[in-house]
């Protein structure tokens, strides 16, 4: 199983980016899948999931700003980032449920003031 993550890259306060993450290998069946960032200094926190079923889970700070979305039929998920702040620069990690838990190599998005 495999995950590549990317569309990162840098933008201006304000701005916007869309996140990718196509899951590809042999898949029985993907559960929930997710977004998570490592600010450095930081512990790595949750930005959002979404389960098999479509529920979602945004961490407070990105809530109303940031969306995530799922093809069932490509095993991508995606994550829509609006109105980016500066504090909001971190590598970004996808990750999928696949009887355990596989990680995508991060993408990183960096925002600037």
């Known amino acids: 199983v495999q995950l590549v993550d990317s569309g990162g890259g840098l933008v201006q306060a304000g701005g916007s980016l869309k996140l990718s993450c196509a899951v590809s290998?042999?898949?029985?069946?993907?559960?929930?899948m997710g977004w998570y960032r490592h600010i450095p200094g930081k512990q790595r926190e949750l930005v959002t999931t979404i389960t098999n079923g479509g529920e979602t889970n945004y961490g407070d700070s990105v809530k109303g700003r940031f969306t995530i979305s799922r093809d069932y039929a490509k095993n991508t998920v995606y994550l829509k980032m609006n109105s980016l702040k500066p504090e909001d620069t971190a590598v970004y990690y996808c990750?999928?449920?696949?009887?355990?838990?596989?990680w995508g190599q991060g993408t990183q998005v960096t925002v600037s003031s």
């Open positions: 290998g042999s898949i029985f069946r993907i559960s929930t």
């Open positions: 990750n999928a449920l696949i009887l355990r838990y596989y």
